[in-house]
């Protein structure tokens, strides 16, 4: 897709945090229902949590959970956590000093959807995710369940 798998990786597992609010979930935990290789996701944790969008306490009880309500986390905020948001802002087809005043062929075009893609990350909240997420897995029955226990 778009995004590094590190970036995939943290929207999954904050996904999941985002089901239950204010709940922790050990990096296992989220590792083994999303499916998510464990060492690849406690980096990740850390860094999310490093960067401020997560909470970590160590010991019996412990493990991770969002910093801030759902509905005011966005895809803006983890992308830009993880990725970082440069190569948005990079020329797509990566010719150097593409611009407006000297544009490459794809440049219209990339400025368009790139604010398109801006836009929703930065109005897509966690709290939608979760949503989605639920609303998929109800449709879905075959698809093996990821339910938390």
Known sequence: MIFSRPCEYAIHAMTY???TPGASARADEIAAAEEIPLPILSKVLQDLARKGLLDSRRGPGGG???SRRPEL???RDIVAAVDSLDEF???VTGLPNCSDEAPCPLH???KQMRSSLMKSFE???LLDMAQA???KRKTAPHAKS???S
């Open 17 to 19: 945090l985002a089901a």
């Open 64 to 66: 991770f959970r969002l």
């Open 73 to 75: 986390i966005t895809l």
């Open 89 to 91: 802002l990079r020329c």
């Open 108 to 110: 219209a075009t990339w």
């Open 123 to 125: 109005t897509t909240t």
């Open 133 to 135: 997420t639920a609303r």
């Open 146 to 148: 990821r339910t938390r």
